[in-house]
RNA sequence: GGAAGCUUAGCUCAGCCGGGAGAGCAUCUGCCUUACAAGCAGGGGGUCAUAGGUUCGAUUCCUAUAGCUUCCACCA
């Protein structure tokens, strides 16, 4: 407990004051409180159950233990580094014989504790000594040698001496061949009792000792040096040694089993899929779940041992010993490990093991969403235990998202620094840019790079969404028109049938969870279609003297603002809210409002297609005018040969704002439109418009002259430099290519404005 | 050692159940056009890692190779 405070000290500090920041209060001791209250009664009974099956059982096993700290590490809490050590050959010698073993060692005082050399049974070597018994040098203790697949022939010597209780590897080779486990090292590092004459000695001491007195004895064959992988404790950096303890275990065959089945029967199923593979790969090769840990801060084994040799598993804590009544029953100091009781999670958040209404209504839940990391320790932990305590899977669907590494891709991280504070960035852009660029283009399972560029670039769409919203509303005043009363226009139906795709298009992908695609039809069809088209093309009604014209485009507009923004709401719901607050007409919160369906008799397929044909030719006009240096606000006829005229009569005044045209003649061949004409084939029009329309030639001339006087000294800066031997030889090889790029490009340039000025 | 993934434009990444290669950012050109310069219009830029195979056709499917990444195990 006094170490519990020691932590409370160290990081509750930060962990109030972040609750604080986000408007919570929080009080140390309470939040103690709660948690055991509120899990415990689940945990316990879940305990319970498995312990009554059988399926929870106490055993050996070697964990990590810190001589140090004197406590066990889990196994995330060792870190591996490279050491330089040493490989000690010694010689076991074989009973009644002149023959011995070499074996290597990078720990030489285990050997007190060893209780077999083992070989690899095809290994030729030293087939006719499996079986056989030798002595253990200094100790005295006669020793199998056993034959186990373990062993790798082509490593040091290929014969390997078996310590059980301090090595695991050596410790399932125990187990398999049936071996003696004899502990040698006290918690604090020392050698233990077991070890003769260097009992109480530190654990390198003894090592210097032993290895002096196998010289001594002649047995020592030679020492290599040896860098290897050395687990240290994360705290205190002191070499953490292997032992073997007694630990709570859960059986796992009898769980597994129905959890594979489950996804196997598509009861629940993952996504993307790939990952039911990391899933079946681990529930197929289990092994037993070591449940206690050595923590001060935790759930308590719910295990009473009594006096009278008695153990007791209790859902309540008992007071009396149900075998000899006594009343000195002490708890088991361990904890649970704390997957233990998020595996309970999906259920025991709901009031498991009561039947509660919750319980009853939303278990099982519809889908987890999580990391790929996680699908070992949680998933794949919740998905056995769900099946297990209440018969039915936790979840049916399982979505899987990557991780949000940092600008490198490296994995954010305390001790890199590399992390990012999500409250400074929502301070800085707002809670829905940084939500909308975690979503963007991202796929499901795959990780994404956190920049800020990302986030700046969903700031800027949401921007684009409240100026055009401010847009609209601004207009919307007096009585707004409903959608079915409408006469419709082209660019009306337009919109509302790339609102019908888009919606259909975003529902799909979000059913399959394809959120990333999502998101991208949506900002696609909000800028694109919406902003950058429809409410240009809507400007000349709304700007208009007809009235009825104005309210009809504006019917138009709020009805596809409204549905583009319930739409958006999932991905962009602060501000959704907010403007959505503001339309025009009785409205609730835009978090109860119904996603739009999609609606076949909104779908215009055959008129949407003929406008973009409208949308084409002003693209064609517009690309016309940059060509040739036109500015954009110069206004130019436009000489059309077409048969379509009444669809371009409709949108006329469209097609002139948005193209920059002052007017609009249809003719039968380009020889009306002038003699001298620049020309341009669209998908529903040849264009002509006359040179001088484009430009006033005069001054075309004057500007490519002055632009031909420039590129040509330029051309004779660059090509000068370049003549130069010395610069050649003597400036980075980046420069001078540079200056070749850059002599290439002006040359080019130099014909094309000769040619212009030639065709003027 | 076991498992999984990635390799596509200068950068970050989508996409492709086999048939015309995409976005954002960056870059270039021109615009302060009365919602928005955090913007508008237009443009340039890719042998879709490499080598084979299947196919009428491969960036997409299969096999191998290389580089990178992650998870797990672990070096007597």
């Known amino acids: 407990m006094e170490r519990a405070w020691a932590w409370k000290e160290q990081y509750g500090g930060r962990i109030i004051e972040q609750l604080k920041k986000l408007g919570c209060s929080c009080d140390w001791d309470r939040l103690a409180f709660t948690m055991d209250e509120r899990c415990s009664s689940a945990v316990r009974e879940a305990f319970c159950r498995l312990y009554e099956k059988g399926l929870i059982y106490r055993g050996s096993r070697i964990i990590n233990w810190c001589p140090d700290c004197r406590t066990a590490l889990s196994d995330e809490e060792v870190v591996y580094s490279e050491d330089k050590g040493n490989f000690w050959y010694f010689r076991y010698p074989v009973k009644d014989s002149e023959e011995f073993i070499t074996i290597a060692t990078t720990r030489p005082e285990t050997m007190l504790g060893d209780t077999a050399v083992a070989v690899n049974p095809s290994d030729g070597r030293y087939a006719s000594l499996v079986g056989k018994t030798l002595i253990l040098p200094i100790v005295g203790r006669e020793i199998p040698v056993v034959a186990d697949e373990y062993v790798d022939i082509g490593f040091g010597t290929g014969a390997v001496k078996i310590t059980p209780a301090h090595d695991p590897n050596d410790f399932e080779v125990g187990l398999r061949h049936n071996l003696p486990m004899i502990r040698i090292l006290n918690d604090d590092g020392t050698i233990g ?64 089993k129905p959890a594979i089945d489950a996804v196997v029967k598509n009861k629940t199923k993952f996504t993307p899929d790939r990952f039911a593979k990391i899933y079946f790969n681990w529930l197929e090769n289990i092994r037993d779940w070591c449940i206690s840990r050595q923590l001060w801060w935790g759930h308590r084994i719910p295990v009473w041992y009594c006096e009278c040799g008695e153990t007791v598993c209790s859902r309540e804590t008992p007071s009396v010993c149900p075998k000899c009544g006594g009343t000195h029953l002490t708890q088991d100091e361990d904890c649970l490990d704390t997957w233990f009781s998020s595996a309970l999670w999906p259920f025991s958040t709901l009031g498991w093991p009561e039947e509660t209404a919750d319980f009853k209504y939303f278990y099982p839940t519809d889908v987890l969403v999580t990391g790929y990391d996680i699908i070992p320790f949680w998933v794949m932990r919740m998905m056995f235990s769900g099946i297990e305590y209440t018969g039915k899977v936790p979840f049916r669907d399982v979505l899987i998202h990557g991780l949000v590494r940092d600008e490198q891709g490296r994995k954010m991280s305390k001790s890199l620094g590399n992390g990012i504070d999500p409250l400074e960035i929502i301070d800085k852009y707002g809670a829905d840019s940084l939500r909308l660029s975690l979503l963007t283009g991202v796929a499901p399972g795959n990780d994404t790079r956190f920049t800020d560029a990302k986030v700046e670039a969903a700031r ?79 400007k000349p009604a709304l700007y208009g003297e007809d009235k009825e014209r104005k309210r009809a485009a504006l019917g138009v507009l709020l009805f596809v ?160 430099k370049l003549a130069n031997n010395n610069f050649i030889a003597k400036a980075p090889k980046k420069v001078v290519d540079d200056e070749r790029a850059k002599l290439e490009k002006y040359i080019d340039m130099k014909q094309k404005i000769e040619k212009q000025l030639k065709e003027l």
């Open 193 to 256: 009792e077991q070890g003769g004459k260097f009992a109480g000695q530190d654990r390198y001491e003894a090592r210097k000792n032993i290895v002096a007195e196998m010289k001594a004895l002649g047995l020592l064959e030679k020492i290599e040096p040896h860098a290897h992988n050395v687990g240290h404790c994360h705290r205190c950096n002191a070499t953490i040694e292997p032992l073997v303890s007694k630990q709570w275990f859960v059986k796992m065959a009898p769980l597994a």
């Open 460 to 538: 800027n769409f949401i921007n684009k969404v409240w100026n055009a919203s401010r847009f609209v509303l601004m207009n919307a005043k007096g009585p707004i028109p409903k959608i079915e009363d409408i006469k419709l226009q082209p660019a009306d139906r337009w919109i509302i049938s790339r609102l019908q795709s888009t919606i259909r298009e975003v529902t799909v992908s979000m059913q399959k969870y394809d959120l990333g695609i999502a998101a991208v039809k949506l900002t696609d069809f909000m800028w694109d279609d919406f902003c950058d088209w429809y409410i240009e093309l809507s």
């Open 561 to 720: 603002l409204d549905s583009a923004l319930r739409l958006l709401h999932p991905f962009i719901p602060f501000v959704t809210e907010e403007i959505y607050s503001y339309l025009p007409g009785k409205r609730g919160s835009i978090i109860t409002a119904d996603f739009p369906r999609y609606n076949t008799r909104l779908s215009y397929k055959k008129e949407a297609k003929a406008f973009e044909g409208v949308i084409d030719l002003i693209k064609t006009v517009r690309a016309m005018k940059v060509a040739v240096n036109c500015p954009p606000a110069k206004k130019v006829r436009l000489f059309l040969v077409t048969d379509q005229k009444r669809l371009v009569c409709v949108n006329k005044s469209s097609v002139l704002r948005l193209a920059g045209a002052s007017e609009i003649e249809f003719v039968a061949s380009g020889a009306e439109a002038g003699e001298k004409t620049v020309s341009q084939v669209s998908e529903i029009a040849h264009i002509f418009v006359p040179l001088g329309e484009l430009v006033n030639l005069e001054e075309e001339r004057a500007r490519l002259e002055k632009e031909l006087e420039r590129v040509e000294g330029e051309i004779a800066r660059a090509g000068g």
